[in-house]
């Protein structure tokens, strides 16, 4: 075999269905060889030994704020924190733009920014709002990953919630196209009429805001999205799900034989509601961090195999939108800024659960890119696919700080958070964008990412 561009050797490397100390052969962008020893030479070698090599995560739901909010978080800090967190393709949501991705146009136009400035590859999602039924077919053959819709009030006028009507029109015409339709599940006239209840009585605080999110209000929503499906055949995938009792009805929905999956968020992992009563609106989030009991539910669900995969769900914003000093709890943004510890969560999770590493890669690799139509090329490390990697040390500690964080916006309810291992380098298509913990001043190659071929249905509609 000719000179390779680079070798990883020495790693414990972590394979679809075991870990095996290996060297990992990189050319042209593409693992061409695994061997316990490569007997070849590289232009470079990094030397990981004592050290684990997983897949590069995925990161199915992010929200970056290109364009129109760039000074919310955009590609160029964005994908920089994502690649110190190991993760190598993120997902970014439609609602946070200006405009929304709605349209094709504006969808063309956040893949170019994103192509121009993203350290890491990127998927895109499409929205299903009020009017834009007519946009999702020219959306799904331009390549967006799924469609996004909200059953609870978004509180940003560019991306409005679905009404029923929408919501099915919508999901008819997604799953004739072949597509997953993602739901942001709660209810609205659950959640707006217990939230109007407490601005009455003027009940502001961290109790009052959990109240006014309850269970039950996620649990309708899930069921009523999945009477839709039922329906209209549209697959769905159910993002940061937050409750044992929602979790019940996907699985009994799977059990039925129904197309779909389920996401939880790092943050429900490692924090409950104490957090919130403690740290105020940086913890402030949708649906809202769980009690203590309740957590250990959702940790035990994933542990179980329940959920399918971890996302982020990073939502960041300029932390004036949170300040305490100018806005309630219930007037303040909503959202978790932590993109950059999905991986490192989910390793801690498994740690403290002695849940095996396969299952970590599964959950932030394998899973994400087999649901979205990505594992002819990424989700594993694997012969053919793209060399990306993460490589992380499960013996050095990571203590959260605002000279290690990435994002655009320094203040996150992870701060002052110590994991018990850390991401000692990230590669992208054998590119090297992290090295030493640190990212590289390596020039944005990122590359936007479409599901493997458009599928039938689409096919037969574009000839129409």
Known sequence: MERLDLIVRGGSVVLPG?????DIGIKDGKIVAIDEQLKLEAEREWDASGRHVLPGMIDVHVHFSEPGREHWEGFTTGSAMMAAGGCTTFFDMPLNGIPSTVTEEALLDKARLGSEK?????GLWGGLVPGNEDDLQPLAESGVIGFKAFLSTTGNKEFEAVDDMTLLTGMKKIAALGKILALHSESAAITNWLKEEKEKAGLFGADDYLETRPIIAEVEAVERALYYSEITGCALHFVHISSAAAVAKIEAAKARGMDVSVETCAHYLLFNHDDLREKGTIAKCAPPLREADEQQRLIALLAD?????????????????KDP????LFQAWGGISGGQFTLLSALETALAQNIPLTRVAAWTASNPAARFGLSDRKGAIAVGLDADLAIVDLNEAFTVTEDNYYAKHKQTLYMGHTFPCSVSGTIVRGEIVVRGGEVTAAPPTGSWQKPA??????EELSAT
């Open 18 to 22: 075991s870990v095996t100390k290996a």
């Open 118 to 122: 993203s350290l890491v590859d990127f």
């Open 305 to 321: 195999n329940k959920f399918d995969m971890l996302s982020s769900d990073h939502s960041p914003c300029p932390y004036d939108m």
């Open 325 to 328: 000093k100018d806005f309630n």
């Open 453 to 458: 071929g458009l599928g039938a249905a689409a």
